[in-house]
């Protein structure tokens, strides 16, 4: 594959070397295209020398060639990284002055930006209204991490992590060509879930205190809603437990089983497991519940004393699905992480995907941009050993994309080759 490798002038394009490694390693011819800023950081010679192809950073450079078009022609694939507030202003404005910015005008291949800069200038309203005008047009603006920056502070701003940049860039130039090669609803190959049978839970479970009050969560149920809606449109039977969620987002064509309590998805999944191929647990399931439920709406005391709610913790519906699970039965999980002093989200996550077990764990980090609500979503894809098997982001429909290609791929290779969920393969990257 032809991949262009913009790097504009942050700190951390000391790391992107790193990704140009692992890009060539894995075959792909790569073309540098720094900004003058960047080779303040890294020198040109580098460049050079790990990509084995000529640098230049302005149009008036291999003018024989006209390189701003050629090579924004021949890419299959764009990443810029770091991608600073300078240059997703520039980008966003359709600015031209240099050969980065040239060839993000004429490239028609996907793109992939991977932001990094101080909290503050990510947080600006500048900046949130040129990732929002970026990724209306379809750029693939991946959040930054939160963790350590330039200095002793840390914060919302850290480039993500190399590996995390190439899975998502190669993640997504898959899921392009393969919208591309169908240009249907119903991807073929490892995409299909025809004769299929999944279960997906989603929303947030409710804990009732009394009959009018619970202990709730803010989850609205769409990731798990579009999960059910992609396992559909790709031939699958699909039931959706959903926990409390707005009738309104209720997709088509899946038979849905509403579910208030722990308990009640617990037993909704357990049932429906028996019958499933793929079990999703999308639903944030409250980790306590309060000991006792009064059957009576509780008063307020005369003397304004406030009793104590005594919670009990709940049992985790997806080990107890791990532990029960059939031969080839694929189970994902999830986990919402942030990143904090012992960690970043990634390595949170990588914990949990081997405590939990779970065939694939999606990991997104909550918190700025992502997460909960009706907002863009990107997941990292852990096996049940914690490596990360693949990545998606972009819209919550676009992470279902790429989730059920990655569950594609282990459904078949399961089939071909027998084995069962001890023998959890790695698929290198969403689908692949
Ligand atoms: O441990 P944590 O809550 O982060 O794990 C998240 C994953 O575990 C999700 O897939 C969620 O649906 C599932 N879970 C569960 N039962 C619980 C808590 C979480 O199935 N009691």
């Known amino acids: 594959m032809r991949i262009l490798l913009g790097v504009s002038g942050g700190i951390a394009a000391y790391k992107v070397a790193i990704v140009l490694r692992q890009l060539r390693e894995q075959g792909h011819r790569v073309r540098v295209i720094p900004t003058d800023a960047a080779l303040e950081f890294v020198g040109r010679a580098t460049w050079e020398a790990l990509s084995g192809e000529v640098?230049?950073?302005?149009?008036?450079?291999?003018?024989?060639?006209?390189?701003?078009?050629?090579?924004?022609?021949?890419?299959?694939?764009?990443?810029?990284?770091?991608?600073?507030?300078?240059?997703?202003?520039?980008?966003?404005?359709?600015?031209?002055?240099?050969?980065?910015?040239?060839?993000?005008?004429?490239?028609?291949?996907?793109?992939?930006?991977?932001?990094?800069?101080?909290?503050?200038?990510?947080?600006?309203?500048?900046?949130?209204?040129?990732?929002?005008?970026?990724?209306?047009?379809?750029?693939?603006?991946?959040?930054?991490?939160?963790?350590?920056?330039?200095?002793?502070?840390?914060?919302?701003?850290?480039?993500?992590?190399?590996?995390?940049?190439?899975?998502?860039?190669?993640?997504?130039?898959?899921?392009?060509?393969?919208?591309g090669a169908t240009g249907s609803d119903v991807p073929s190959g490892t995409g299909s879930l025809h004769g299929r049978t999944v279960a997906v839970s989603a929303g947030g479970t409710r804990e009732a205190l009394d009959p009018v009050r619970f202990l709730g969560n803010r989850s609205s149920g769409r990731q798990g809603v579009e999960l059910a809606r992609v396992a559909a449109q790709r031939g699958a039977t699909v039931h959706l437990a959903a926990a409390n969620v707005d009738s309104a987002l209720l997709p088509d064509g899946v038979t849905v089983h509403p579910v208030e309590s722990t308990a009640e998805l617990q037993a909704t999944m357990t049932a429906l497991a028996a019958d499933a191929d793929v079990l999703v647990m999308a639903a944030a399931v409250a980790d306590f519940r309060p000991a006792q439920s009064a059957g009576t709406k509780t008063k307020k005391r005369a003397d304004?004393?406030?009793?104590?709610?005594?919670?009990?913790?709940?049992?985790?519906?997806?080990?107890?699905?791990?532990?029960?699970?059939?031969?080839?039965?694929?189970?994902?999980?999830?986990?919402a992480e942030t990143g904090d002093e012992h960690g970043s989200v990634l390595e949170h996550g990588r914990a949990k995907a081997r405590r939990k077990g779970a065939d694939?764990?999606?990991?997104?980090?909550?918190?700025?941009?992502?997460?909960?609500?009706?907002?863009?979503?990107?997941?990292?894809?852990?096996?049940?050993?914690?490596?990360?098997?693949?990545?998606?982001?972009?819209?919550?429909?676009?992470?279902?994309?790429?989730?059920?290609?990655?569950?594609?791929?282990?459904?078949?290779?399961?089939?071909?080759?027998?084995?069962?969920?001890?023998?959890?393969?790695?698929?290198?990257?969403?689908?692949?």
């Open 304 to 335: 304004g004393s406030v009793a104590p709610i005594e919670l009990v913790q709940n049992p985790d519906i997806l080990a107890g699905l791990v532990a029960a699970r059939r031969p080839a039965q694929v189970i994902v999980g999830f986990a």
């Open 55 to 179: 640098v230049t950073t302005t149009v008036f450079e291999g003018t024989e060639q006209v390189d701003h078009v050629r090579l924004g022609r021949e890419a299959d694939l764009m990443v810029v990284a770091p991608a600073t507030a300078d240059l997703l202003s520039r980008a966003a404005t359709g600015r031209a002055d240099d050969l980065l910015t040239t060839t993000l005008l004429t490239v028609t291949c996907p793109v992939l930006l991977a932001p990094a800069m101080h909290t503050e200038m990510w947080a600006h309203p500048a900046t949130r209204a040129n990732v929002a005008t970026l990724r209306e047009r379809g750029v693939h603006v991946l959040d930054p991490a939160v963790g350590r920056l330039t200095g002793a502070d840390s914060g919302a701003g850290r480039m993500p992590e190399p590996e995390e940049i190439v899975a998502a860039a190669l993640a997504l130039r898959k899921r392009a060509a393969g919208e």
């Open 360 to 432: 694939l764990l999606a990991v997104n980090a909550v918190g700025q941009d992502a997460g909960f609500g009706d907002v863009p979503n990107a997941v990292h894809l852990l096996d049940s050993a914690g490596e990360q098997v693949g990545a998606a982001s972009g819209t919550k429909h676009e992470v279902a994309e790429g989730i059920w290609d990655a569950v594609g791929t282990l459904l078949s290779e399961r089939s071909t080759t027998g084995r069962g969920h001890a023998a959890a393969p790695r698929t290198g990257t969403v689908g692949s």
